[in-house]
């Protein structure tokens, strides 16, 4: 196969360059043209400054591109619903002569619509899987890509090496992304059935099931981190997600356990309440304290019998502290009124009105929890 011959100084690709610069990145810009990148998307990489990063991006993407109308061809899949997949993930909507789908795009794009759709998944239901996967994953990738910079990165690189150093990490490193991302998601899925099954087993047998106990269970979580996700860069979600962990592990105390963090929020058990109203005021207070650039943190707990599973808790009262705190209002603490009954006077309670809780058969009594000195609102 012949290579494209290209002026790269008349197309304007060596512009402000000499020396060894220069060199550089006509070694670079030779390099790509061998390994088949378009005129167009050197010009589109270079007035961005992503040019060094094109060859680590076929790595990752292949090699073989598709228009919008090639992939409705190839696929069956309408314009409509491919561009709102796009968007759904995050990815902006390509000109129709913009070839931006992959052989593995097109593959996954086909037979996934085709065995979703069989199964009865609306497209609704799968485009909101979509959002939710592409908020993720987006952090994700932002997470791997400062990863590999770290790698490559060293003092006075030239833009040619940085290429072909980044390309050769993201090589080796992509393969194990799929593996990983499927077996995080097998695992939470995993959890999620066994949630599920204990609390269909708890509805149906009407009664305490065996081998569970007492335990109180709260939830604290950042008010607005969806929005957020849509006006910040994933680093700094990212940032956002650790800190609150930082934050949670340093007011936690015995008996409180930190049970495991959740993306947006956190959760704990103890086996007192007291400990536990204690350490989701006392993180209001470590969230404030953040300042205005730190989200708001709301905090909802339950109290009720739950069995305990590879260092997880599920029953009645994970599932109820979670809907509490979806109700709560930012900056305060909301507790169903068997925690109150268990804490009458350590603290100052006011009444928060009767909610309907998502997946609630009755409405739930609520209650706003406040320190004796009322340093906490």
């Not at 589109?44 to 109308?69: I, K, M, Q």
């Not at 592409?134 to 997470?143: F, M």
């Not at 072909?164 to 695992?187: F, H």
Request: contains cysteine; aromatic residues 4%.
């Amino acid at each position: 196969m012949s290579v494209q011959k290209i002026d790269f100084e008349a197309e304007g690709l060596l512009d402000g360059l000499d020396g060894e610069q220069r060199a550089d990145r006509l070694a670079l810009l030779e390099h790509l043209v061998a390994e088949g990148v378009s005129l167009s998307e050197m010009r589109t990489a270079t007035a961005s400054g992503a040019l060094p990063f094109l060859p680590a991006e076929r790595v990752v993407g292949g090699r073989n591109r598709y228009t919008t109308p090639e992939a409705v061809e190839r696929t069956g899949i309408d314009p409509d619903f491919l561009h709102a997949a796009r968007r759904a993930i995050g990815l902006p909507i390509p000109g129709p002569d913009e070839a931006v789908y992959t052989e593995e795009d097109i593959e996954a794009l086909g037979e996934g619509t085709r065995t979703v759709r069989a199964a009865g998944v609306s497209d609704e239901e799968s485009l909101d899987l979509l959002r939710t996967l592409g908020r993720g994953l987006a952090q994700a990738a932002e997470a791997m890509r400062a990863i590999t910079l770290r790698l490559v990165l060293e003092p006075g690189m030239s833009e040619y090496d940085l290429a072909r150093g980044y390309a050769d990490v993201v090589a080796a490193l992509t393969p194990t992304a799929g593996p990983l991302v499927v077996n995080i998601l097998t695992i939470h899925l995993r959890q999620l059935a066994l949630g599920e099954a204990i609390t269909a087993a708890e509805r149906s047998a009407g009664r305490r099931l065996p081998g569970s106990r007492e335990i109180a269970v709260c939830f604290a979580d950042l008010v607005g981190f969806t929005r957020l996700g849509e006006q910040v860069p994933p680093e700094d979600l990212s940032r956002l997600a650790v800190r609150l962990e930082a934050l949670t592990s340093d007011v936690v105390e015995a008996p409180v356990r930190l049970v495991k963090t959740i993306g947006d929020a956190v959760m704990l058990a103890s086996a007192d309440p007291e400990p536990l109203l204690d350490v989701g005021l006392a993180l209001l207070d470590a969230a404030d304290a953040e300042g205005a650039d730190f989200p708001q943190l709301r905090v909802g707990t339950a109290i009720g019998p739950a069995l305990s599973r590879a260092g997880d808790w599920f029953g009645r009262p994970v599932n109820l502290a979670s809907r509490i705190t979806q109700v709560a209002r930012p900056g305060s603490l909301l507790a169903e009124r068997e925690v109150r009954e268990c804490a009458p006077d350590r603290y100052r309670w006011s009444y928060a009105g009767e909610r309907r809780l998502r997946g609630v058969s009755e409405p739930v009594p609520l209650f706003r929890a406040r320190r004796l000195d009322g340093s906490a609102d």
